[in-house]
């Protein structure tokens, strides 16, 4: 499967929307083509290089993306809203159709939801995750309702992701995982250790806040 890729300092995952400003004569090239035939172009976090202009090298695993929302603004430029629909590998690179072109295979995401590690990895997860995000909305006195998180681990993985605070890296290492028992493992594990650090940070503010009064739980 041969199809346009952007790459960029962001990582996509499935389900995830992406904000895009596109003034780039290449890329508004490929936005005027993908309007017209209503594909899907990949999404690779840059590994090497920059945004603007050629040559960045991207790493090998993207996002499909499809357009959902698009506007044509002063100077041809879009501003447009594309969403992540499927992870795939990047097999190879092309000849830019002027903008980067590359070929690519989908990559499995089947599971067996029975597998024990992924059902632990899975719990573990649900109950962590609500209990990290209430305590970073306690820094700026929000607070979170019940959350309704999706059962289909993988869904899981990619609701969550997208509020972490964590390094684009990070993520992308994440995105890269292809069996599901691995992917919701390291989750648990990047929330595990996030809950600790936020849980830290609370602390200090509360103690600078009230004095050396109170404690985040």
């Not at 083509?33 to 172009?41: H, M, N, P, Q």
């Not at 990047?90 to 995401?109: C, F, N, Q, S, T």
Request: charged share 25%; with cysteine.
């Amino acid at each position: 499967m041969e199809i346009p890729l952007f790459p960029l300092r962001t990582v996509l995952f499935p389900g995830m929307p992406l904000p895009l400003r596109i003034f780039e004569e290449r890329y508004k090239t490929m936005v005027q083509e993908l309007l017209a035939s209503r594909g899907s172009f990949g999404v690779v976090l840059i590994r090497e290089g920059q945004e603007v202009g050629g040559g960045a090298v991207p790493h090998k695993v993207g996002t499909l993306a499809r357009i959902t929302e698009c506007e044509e603004v002063q100077g041809g430029r879009f501003v447009l809203t594309a969403k992540g629909t499927r992870r795939f590998r990047l097999v190879k690179m092309l000849a830019p159709r002027p903008y980067p072109y590359g070929e690519i295979e989908m990559l499995d995401e089947s599971f067996d939801p029975t597998e024990p590690r992924l059902v632990r990895a899975n719990e573990t997860v649900r109950t962590t995750f609500p209990a990290y995000f209430r305590l970073a909305l306690s820094r700026t006195g929000q607070w979170a309702r019940d959350m309704d998180l999706p059962a289909n681990p993988r869904d899981l993985v990619n609701a969550i992701v997208q509020q972490v605070q964590a390094d684009e890296e990070a993520k992308q290492r994440l995105l890269e995982m292809e069996a599901a028992p691995d992917q919701v493992a390291h989750l648990a594990d990047m929330l595990d250790d996030l809950l600790v650090h936020t849980r830290e940070e609370v602390n200090e503010y509360r103690r600078q806040k009230f004095h050396g009064l109170g404690a985040a739980n």
